[in-house]
């Protein structure tokens, strides 16, 4: 199985991108813990899973965005999740009067 940063960083050329977890102490005597990860692409939450295990709730979150972006074309991810890694790189170049209406 494809690795979440190798096909975000790799194939798509994504840099912004970052899973994280959260976790909520139970308020109930008995309850156990919860994890909360989160799978975020450009400061939005895209996917995420709860748990008791963060180690699970991070996997399958990552497994969830690994599902949503197979076969995703490079353009289409970079419209859906507003990606612009790439596009930053070289804006100096068209850097004039474009605008960003279209
Ligand atoms: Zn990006």
């Known amino acids: 199985m494809v690795r979440l940063p190798r096909r975000l960083e790799n194939e798509l050329g994504c840099k912004d991108y970052r899973v ?16 909360l990860a989160m799978v975020m692409i450009h400061d939005k939450v895209w996917f995420h899973s709860a748990g008791t295990s963060a180690r699970y709730a991070k996997k399958r979150a990552a497994e969830a965005a690994l599902e949503a972006l197979d076969g995703l074309p490079e353009f289409e991810f970079r419209k859906r999740y507003r ?20």
Do not use: L
């Not at 994280?20 to 994890?35: F, I, L, Y």
């Not at 890694?85 to 279209?102: F, L, R, Y």
């Open 20 to 35: 994280a977890t959260h976790t909520t102490q139970a308020s109930v005597t008995g309850e156990k813990e919860r994890n």
């Open 83 to 102: 990606c612009d890694c790439v596009d930053s790189e070289d804006k100096a170049d068209k850097e004039d009067e474009t605008g960003g209406s279209w």
